[in-house]
């Protein structure tokens, strides 16, 4: 089975800064990729970033240039490093996993239960 753990969510100031890390665990063949979603409230989950275990990288336009997201491949661990934060950031970030179990020919989309992100104006 897979599992996957958020962490570093919390309250900031607007212009500050949080790394978000998320860790996959379980019975994993391979991760093709993994990535952070965001919902406020009111408006539907978005992308945020994602980066494929070849390291390609995609972002929301809004938070190109402040937010880096990396991944470990022997950990099976992204990371977003968050920087200028504003408020219009304040959500919930989930990860996501898009990863292959032993024994299975399939991926699949696994998530997180999510980290908040309060940023105070």
């Known amino acids: 089975q897979v599992q996957l753990v958020e962490s570093g969510g919390g309250l900031v100031q607007t212009g500050g800064s949080l790394r978000l890390s998320c860790a996959a665990s379980?019975?994993?063949?391979?991760?093709?990729?993994m990535g952070w979603y965001r919902q406020a409230p009111g408006n539907d989950r978005e992308l945020v970033a994602s980066?494929?275990?070849?390291?390609?990288?995609n972002y929301e336009d809004s938070v190109k240039g402040r937010f880096t997201i990396s991944l470990d491949n022997a950990k099976n661990t992204v990371y977003l490093q968050m920087s200028s934060l504003k408020p219009e950031d304040t959500a919930v970030y989930y990860c996501?996993?898009?990863?292959?179990?032993?024994?299975?020919?399939?991926?699949?989309?696994?998530w997180g239960q999510g980290t908040r992100v309060t940023v105070s104006s």
């Open positions: 379980g019975n994993i063949f391979s991760t093709n990729a």
């Open positions: 996501n996993a898009k990863i292959r179990i032993s024994g299975s020919r399939y991926t699949y989309d696994y």
């Open positions: 980066i494929t275990a070849g390291g390609s990288t």
